[in-house]
């Protein structure tokens, strides 16, 4: 009885180490990132939440899941691994977009019939640039891994509305007919009316420590999550409306400022710059 309790004993030993040693899939694929490899993430959540209500047959599924980013700030992001226990973090975004509005209005003074149209416009421009970088370390012999490291992350936004008219103010008609409301399109008369909306430049900053763990599901595809801790710095500066209008003998246009904003933090984080927030990731090796 002793004799056999030890052999089963001295198998499952042998078992056990064998398959704690074998990290390959069984066409002989590495299941852990290996020196070269890089990584993707993404926002693990519509995906867990698809299957699980298609599992569960609650019938909250209305359409296919989508590929989220990982960050509030919708920055991609990424690693390169220069050893299976250390990676460089990345993360950046650089966006740059304008969107124009069009509205037809009557023109002031038209007999014609139809009378004629002119046209007003507003047009909404922006941009956002972030960029982040750090150190990841890591640990662990099987599928499960931890991690722990640092990086730094820096931020830059500003955007603009303009506004040009096609019934100018004159003597004639010191309340033209002009768009109100470029949602609606609908259209009236007025005293005043707005032609440049300068919103202030928004600078940020952050330095961020983070831990974590992910489980290899597949061969260099992994799930996990992660909390961080750090400082955050965002300042935007002092912003511009400009209004037009007639001041009884000639249109004279009106500039007001709008006093910028700061904020300071240090605190836990699991959105913002970090991961995801409250939910899972999954990274993508290759």
């Known amino acids: 009885m002793k004799k056999s309790t030890l052999i089963v004993a001295a198998l499952a030993f042998g078992v056990t180490t064998a398959f704690a040693q074998d990290l390959t899939s069984k066409k002989g694929e590495p299941i852990l990132p290996e020196a070269g490899d890089l990584a993707i993430g993404i926002d693990a959540m519509p995906l867990l939440d698809y299957f699980g209500n298609f599992i569960g047959g609650n019938g909250n599924n209305f359409g296919t899941p989508s590929w989220q980013f990982t960050n509030a ?23 740059f977009g304008s969107q124009t509005m069009k509205n037809f209005v009557t023109q002031d003074g038209s007999t014609a019939t139809p009378p004629a149209t002119v046209t007003d416009e507003m ?55 002009t768009t109100s409301d470029f949602l609606t399109g609908a259209s009236g008369p007025a005293a005043a009316r707005t032609t440049e909306e300068k919103f202030g430049s ?18 260099k595809l992994s799930v996990g999550g992660e909390f961080g801790w ?7 500066g002092d912003g511009e409306t400009t209004v037009e209008s007639w001041n009884g003998t000639a249109a004279t246009s009106t500039t007001t400022a709008s006093a910028g904003n700061g904020s300071f933090g240090i605190d836990t984080d699991n959105a913002n710059f970090g991961m995801a927030p409250g939910a899972l990731f999954i990274h993508f090796h290759f």
Do not use: C, D, H
């Open 73 to 95: 700030a919708q920055m991609i992001t990424g690693k390169m691994f220069v050893s299976p226990t250390m990676a460089y973090r990345g993360m950046l975004r650089i966006g």
């Open 123 to 177: 047009k909404m421009s922006g941009n956002f640039i972030g960029l982040g970088g750090g150190l990841e370390w890591r640990r662990g012999k099987t599928r499960l891994q931890g991690y722990y490291g640092a990086m730094a992350m820096v931020s830059f936004g500003s955007s603009k509305n303009t506004y040009t008219y096609g019934n100018p103010f004159t003597s004639t008609y010191t309340t033209p007919t």
């Open 202 to 219: 928004t600078i940020g900053f952050g330095l961020r420590g983070f831990v974590g763990a992910e489980y290899f599901v597949l061969p």
């Open 230 to 236: 750090g400082l955050g710095l965002s300042r935007t």
